[in-house]
C-alpha cells in the first residue's frame, strides 16, 4: 500500500474549487460525466460513471474534504484527505491518499493530476 501526496494551484478562489470538488452540477461540468455526491458526512459519492466511489467523511466548508475511497473488497481503507487554502490569487490544494493499492498507485497518481486536478483548473480557466 502507498500513500500520493501532492499539492496543486488552481487558479480560483477557495469557495470556487471547493464546490467543484462538492456541487455535482458543477462536477458534472468539469468532468463530463453525472456526478452523485453530497455534503452530508456519511453519505455514499460516485463520479465518472461509478469508477470512483465511497463514502464522505468530513466537510469543513472551502477549505476541507475528507472521504473512504472503495477498491473493491480491500479491508485497508483508503482515505482522502482535501485541503484548500488561499494562495493570492489561487488556491493551493493538497491532496493526500492513504492506504492506495500499489498496482492501483500509477492510475490514482495520473488521475488525480490529469483528470481531477488539471481538469478542474482548465474549467476556471479555459483556453480560448
Partial sequence: ???????????????????ALT???TIELWSGYPAVMSEEPGSEF????????GRNIEFEKDKKIVQEWYF???????????????????SLVT????????DDFENISEGWREYY???INAFFNPDF
Avoid at 11 to 19: C, G, L, N, Q, R
Avoid at 95 to 102: G, I, R
Wanted: hydrophobic share 30%; charged share 35%; no cysteine.
Fill in 46 to 53: 460516485s463520479l465518472w460513471d461509478g469508477d470512483i466511489s
Fill in 1 to 19: 500500500m502507498k500513500t500520493f501526496k501532492k499539492s496543486f494551484r488552481i487558479y480560483a478562489e477557495p469557495s470556487d474549487v471547493y464546490s
Fill in 117 to 119: 486536478m488539471e481538469a
Fill in 23 to 25: 456541487n455535482p452540477f
Fill in 95 to 102: 491532496v493526500e491518499q492513504t492506504n492506495v493499492p500499489d
Fill in 72 to 90: 473493491g473488497d480491500r479491508k485497508e481503507k483508503s482515505i482522502v484527505t482535501i485541503s484548500i487554502k488561499p494562495e493570492g490569487e489561487k
